[in-house]
Protein backbone atom coordinates (compact mmCIF):
# COMPACT_ATOMS: atom_id res chain seq x y z
CA UNK A 1 0.00 0.00 0.00
CA UNK A 2 1.31 3.23 -1.50
CA UNK A 3 1.13 5.87 1.84
CA UNK A 4 3.40 8.90 2.64
CA UNK A 5 4.48 7.92 6.03
CA UNK A 6 5.75 10.81 7.52
CA UNK A 7 2.46 12.44 6.52
CA UNK A 8 0.91 9.77 8.11
CA UNK A 9 -0.69 9.06 11.77
CA UNK A 10 -2.37 5.32 12.92
CA UNK A 11 -5.13 6.23 15.45
CA UNK A 12 -6.06 3.60 18.14
CA UNK A 13 -9.40 4.43 19.64
CA UNK A 14 -10.28 3.61 23.21
CA UNK A 15 -8.55 -0.23 23.69
CA UNK A 16 -9.44 0.35 27.15
CA UNK A 17 -10.44 -2.78 29.84
CA UNK A 18 -14.39 -1.26 30.39
CA UNK A 19 -14.57 -1.69 26.37
CA UNK A 20 -13.74 -5.65 26.48
CA UNK A 21 -14.19 -8.76 28.08
CA UNK A 22 -12.49 -10.26 30.93
CA UNK A 23 -9.26 -11.51 30.14
CA UNK A 24 -5.95 -12.54 31.95
CA UNK A 25 -3.19 -9.81 32.14
CA UNK A 26 0.36 -10.59 30.90
CA UNK A 27 1.68 -11.27 34.82
CA UNK A 28 -1.07 -14.10 35.05
CA UNK A 29 -3.47 -11.07 36.98
CA UNK A 30 -7.36 -11.37 36.26
CA UNK A 31 -8.91 -8.22 34.56
CA UNK A 32 -12.88 -8.41 34.89
CA UNK A 33 -15.50 -7.71 32.30
CA UNK A 34 -15.09 -4.25 31.31
CA UNK A 35 -17.90 -2.17 32.06
CA UNK A 36 -19.36 -1.54 28.10
CA UNK A 37 -17.59 -4.58 26.97
CA UNK A 38 -17.67 -5.69 23.85
CA UNK A 39 -18.29 -8.80 22.49
CA UNK A 40 -14.43 -9.87 21.28
CA UNK A 41 -13.12 -6.09 21.36
CA UNK A 42 -10.08 -7.37 22.51
CA UNK A 43 -9.79 -9.84 19.65
CA UNK A 44 -8.32 -6.40 17.28
CA UNK A 45 -5.43 -5.72 19.84
CA UNK A 46 -2.87 -8.36 17.68
CA UNK A 47 -3.60 -6.64 14.94
CA UNK A 48 -2.84 -3.16 16.28
CA UNK A 49 0.41 -4.16 17.75
CA UNK A 50 0.84 -5.75 14.76
CA UNK A 51 0.07 -2.36 12.57
CA UNK A 52 1.14 0.32 15.57
CA UNK A 53 4.73 -1.70 15.03
CA UNK A 54 5.64 -1.72 11.33
CA UNK A 55 4.18 1.47 11.00
CA UNK A 56 6.58 2.93 13.41
CA UNK A 57 9.58 1.78 11.96
CA UNK A 58 8.71 3.55 8.47
CA UNK A 59 8.23 6.63 10.32
CA UNK A 60 4.42 6.62 10.94
CA UNK A 61 3.05 8.74 13.91
CA UNK A 62 1.26 6.25 16.34
CA UNK A 63 -1.34 7.88 18.44
CA UNK A 64 -3.90 6.54 20.88
CA UNK A 65 -7.59 8.20 22.33
CA UNK A 66 -8.36 7.36 25.50
CA UNK A 67 -12.15 7.99 27.02
CA UNK A 68 -11.58 9.41 30.33
CA UNK A 69 -14.56 10.61 32.31
CA UNK A 70 -14.72 12.46 35.70
CA UNK A 71 -17.24 10.80 38.05
CA UNK A 72 -20.87 12.11 37.72
CA UNK A 73 -19.95 12.60 33.83
CA UNK A 74 -23.40 13.38 31.98
CA UNK A 75 -23.16 10.33 29.45
CA UNK A 76 -23.85 8.14 32.06
CA UNK A 77 -27.26 7.22 32.99
CA UNK A 78 -26.66 6.99 36.81
CA UNK A 79 -26.33 11.26 36.78
CA UNK A 80 -29.93 11.25 35.56
CA UNK A 81 -32.09 10.45 37.68
CA UNK A 82 -35.02 8.02 36.60
CA UNK A 83 -32.62 7.04 33.45
CA UNK A 84 -31.42 3.89 32.14
CA UNK A 85 -28.70 3.07 30.20
CA UNK A 86 -29.85 3.17 26.43
CA UNK A 87 -32.10 6.08 27.08
CA UNK A 88 -31.19 9.16 25.37
CA UNK A 89 -31.37 13.08 26.38
CA UNK A 90 -30.71 16.17 24.66
CA UNK A 91 -28.56 18.30 25.32
CA UNK A 92 -28.06 22.11 23.97
CA UNK A 93 -24.63 23.30 21.94
CA UNK A 94 -23.71 26.66 23.01
CA UNK A 95 -23.96 29.31 20.35
CA UNK A 96 -20.64 30.83 20.80
CA UNK A 97 -19.20 27.21 20.60
CA UNK A 98 -20.68 27.21 17.21
CA UNK A 99 -19.77 30.56 15.70
CA UNK A 100 -16.00 30.02 16.95
CA UNK A 101 -16.20 27.04 15.23
CA UNK A 102 -17.28 28.69 11.84
CA UNK A 103 -14.56 30.74 12.35
CA UNK A 104 -12.10 28.65 12.71
CA UNK A 105 -12.94 26.40 9.92
CA UNK A 106 -14.65 28.96 6.75
CA UNK A 107 -14.49 25.83 4.11
CA UNK A 108 -16.71 23.90 6.31
CA UNK A 109 -20.24 24.59 5.96
CA UNK A 110 -21.99 21.30 7.67
CA UNK A 111 -25.16 22.52 9.94
CA UNK A 112 -24.55 22.14 13.78
CA UNK A 113 -27.35 21.04 15.41
CA UNK A 114 -28.68 23.47 18.51
CA UNK A 115 -29.05 20.42 20.67
CA UNK A 116 -26.69 17.11 20.62
CA UNK A 117 -28.35 13.86 21.41
CA UNK A 118 -26.57 11.93 23.94
CA UNK A 119 -27.05 8.37 24.90
CA UNK A 120 -26.58 7.67 27.93
CA UNK A 121 -24.45 4.91 29.02
CA UNK A 122 -23.49 2.79 31.95
CA UNK A 123 -20.58 4.55 34.10
CA UNK A 124 -17.65 3.68 32.46
CA UNK A 125 -13.79 4.67 31.99
CA UNK A 126 -13.34 6.83 35.02
CA UNK A 127 -10.44 8.70 35.35
CA UNK A 128 -7.71 6.90 37.25
CA UNK A 129 -9.82 3.58 37.40
CA UNK A 130 -9.04 0.18 36.30
CA UNK A 131 -11.99 0.68 33.58
CA UNK A 132 -10.13 3.73 31.85
CA UNK A 133 -6.74 1.94 31.94
CA UNK A 134 -5.75 0.51 28.50
CA UNK A 135 -5.82 -2.97 27.68
CA UNK A 136 -2.97 -4.82 29.09
CA UNK A 137 -1.86 -6.35 26.27
CA UNK A 138 -2.44 -2.94 24.27
CA UNK A 139 1.51 -2.75 23.42
CA UNK A 140 1.50 1.47 24.13
CA UNK A 141 5.40 1.70 24.34
CA UNK A 142 5.43 3.05 20.71
CA UNK A 143 2.70 5.59 21.05
CA UNK A 144 4.02 8.81 20.08
CA UNK A 145 0.78 10.75 21.84
CA UNK A 146 -2.09 9.90 23.62
CA UNK A 147 -5.25 12.10 23.58
CA UNK A 148 -7.91 11.98 26.55
CA UNK A 149 -11.86 13.04 25.97
CA UNK A 150 -15.04 12.98 27.67
CA UNK A 151 -12.78 14.69 30.40
CA UNK A 152 -15.09 17.41 30.87
CA UNK A 153 -18.05 16.83 32.89
CA UNK A 154 -20.98 18.28 30.85
CA UNK A 155 -20.10 17.20 27.77
CA UNK A 156 -19.20 13.85 26.05
CA UNK A 157 -16.81 12.71 23.03
CA UNK A 158 -16.96 9.92 20.98
CA UNK A 159 -14.91 11.64 18.30
CA UNK A 160 -11.24 11.92 18.74
CA UNK A 161 -11.41 15.64 16.97
CA UNK A 162 -14.51 17.35 18.86
CA UNK A 163 -16.27 17.06 21.91
CA UNK A 164 -20.51 15.64 21.06
CA UNK A 165 -21.34 19.03 20.29
CA UNK A 166 -19.29 18.78 16.90
CA UNK A 167 -17.91 22.17 17.80
CA UNK A 168 -15.77 22.16 20.07
CA UNK A 169 -12.03 20.81 19.24
CA UNK A 170 -9.54 17.99 21.43
CA UNK A 171 -6.20 18.55 20.74
CA UNK A 172 -5.48 16.19 18.38
CA UNK A 173 -6.20 18.10 15.21
CA UNK A 174 -3.86 20.99 16.32
CA UNK A 175 -1.47 18.27 16.77
CA UNK A 176 -2.01 16.34 13.55
CA UNK A 177 -1.32 20.08 11.87
CA UNK A 178 2.02 20.84 13.55
CA UNK A 179 3.01 17.44 12.84
CA UNK A 180 2.43 18.28 8.85
CA UNK A 181 0.15 15.27 9.25
CA UNK A 182 -2.51 14.39 5.90
CA UNK A 183 -3.38 10.84 6.42
CA UNK A 184 -5.11 9.12 9.34
CA UNK A 185 -5.39 5.17 9.72
CA UNK A 186 -8.33 4.93 12.09
CA UNK A 187 -8.36 1.31 14.13
CA UNK A 188 -10.21 0.74 17.52
CA UNK A 189 -13.11 0.78 19.76
CA UNK A 190 -16.10 0.82 18.72
CA UNK A 191 -16.76 1.08 14.92
CA UNK A 192 -20.10 2.31 15.34
CA UNK A 193 -19.48 5.12 17.38
CA UNK A 194 -16.05 6.22 18.05
CA UNK A 195 -14.06 5.35 15.23
CA UNK A 196 -17.39 6.63 13.12
CA UNK A 197 -17.23 9.99 15.15
CA UNK A 198 -13.59 9.94 14.74
CA UNK A 199 -13.76 9.45 10.99
CA UNK A 200 -16.79 11.22 10.04
CA UNK A 201 -14.74 14.01 11.64
CA UNK A 202 -11.31 13.40 10.38
CA UNK A 203 -12.67 13.43 6.34
CA UNK A 204 -14.52 16.74 7.89
CA UNK A 205 -11.68 18.56 8.91
CA UNK A 206 -9.78 17.29 5.22
CA UNK A 207 -7.23 14.46 6.19
CA UNK A 208 -7.39 11.28 3.90
CA UNK A 209 -8.98 8.60 5.93
CA UNK A 210 -8.17 4.83 6.22
CA UNK A 211 -10.29 2.54 8.15
CA UNK A 212 -8.73 -0.64 8.90
CA UNK A 213 -11.87 -3.14 8.91
CA UNK A 214 -10.09 -5.96 10.91
CA UNK A 215 -8.57 -3.90 13.68
CA UNK A 216 -12.12 -2.40 14.49
CA UNK A 217 -14.75 -3.92 16.51
CA UNK A 218 -18.37 -2.41 17.03
CA UNK A 219 -21.37 -2.69 20.14
CA UNK A 220 -24.09 -3.42 17.07
CA UNK A 221 -26.48 -1.39 19.30
CA UNK A 222 -28.85 -0.73 17.91
CA UNK A 223 -28.95 -3.85 15.78
CA UNK A 224 -27.73 -3.04 11.97
CA UNK A 225 -25.35 0.14 13.99
CA UNK A 226 -22.19 -2.00 12.65
CA UNK A 227 -23.31 -1.98 9.22
CA UNK A 228 -24.58 1.58 9.20
CA UNK A 229 -21.61 2.81 10.34
CA UNK A 230 -19.54 1.02 7.41
CA UNK A 231 -21.99 2.91 5.09
CA UNK A 232 -21.67 5.86 6.31
CA UNK A 233 -18.09 6.39 6.19
CA UNK A 234 -17.69 4.90 3.01
CA UNK A 235 -20.30 7.27 2.10
CA UNK A 236 -18.40 10.51 3.67
CA UNK A 237 -15.38 9.24 1.44
CA UNK A 238 -13.77 6.54 3.58
CA UNK A 239 -11.47 4.35 2.16
CA UNK A 240 -11.13 0.43 3.84
CA UNK A 241 -7.87 -1.37 3.95
CA UNK A 242 -6.79 -4.35 6.26
CA UNK A 243 -3.94 -5.34 8.83
CA UNK A 244 -2.27 -7.30 6.47
CA UNK A 245 -2.26 -4.22 3.42
CA UNK A 246 0.16 -2.64 6.68
CA UNK A 247 2.19 -4.65 8.01
ZN1 LIG B 1 -17.37 7.41 27.27
Avoid at 6 to 23: E, G, R, V
Avoid at 184 to 209: E, P, Q, W
Wanted: charged residues 20%; contains cysteine.
Amino acid sequence: MKLDYSKTAFLAIDIQNDFCPAYKGKDGREFPKGAMAIKQGDEIIDNINNISAALKQKGVKILATQDWHPSGHVSFASSHPGKTPGDVIYIPVSEEAIEAFYKSFPDIHDPIPAAMQQVLWPDHCVQYTNGSAFHDHFNTSVIDFVFRKGYYKNIDSYSGFFENDRCTLTDLYGYLKENGITTLLMAGLATDYCVLYSTVDSLRLGFKTFVVRDACKGINNPAGSIKNAMAIMEGRGALFVSAADLT
